[in-house]
């Protein structure tokens, strides 16, 4: 088969592109789960559930793991854990 010069090979296609990022971040939404949110004048806050670490976020990084975006690619570190009567 025979492709134009832009396309090196069947997944530069801007279709199989995209599903491979909606597949990514169905796959990452999947592993968020949010336990509590509270809304107040100064924003919003979180805490949610990833990959069985909580992490404890504001508005904007809520946002972006709703979005499909890791903790690790937003800078975030684990919170103390419910086991720990820190919740």
Known sequence: MVYPAAMKSPIDHPALRQR???SAVRKAVGRLFVSRVTHRAGGTSARVLFDGEYYDVN??????????????ELGLYPAASPADGTF
């Open 20 to 22: 491979a990022a909606r």
């Open 59 to 72: 508005g904007f990084e809520l946002t972006a793991l709703k979005a499909g975006s890791t903790p690790a």
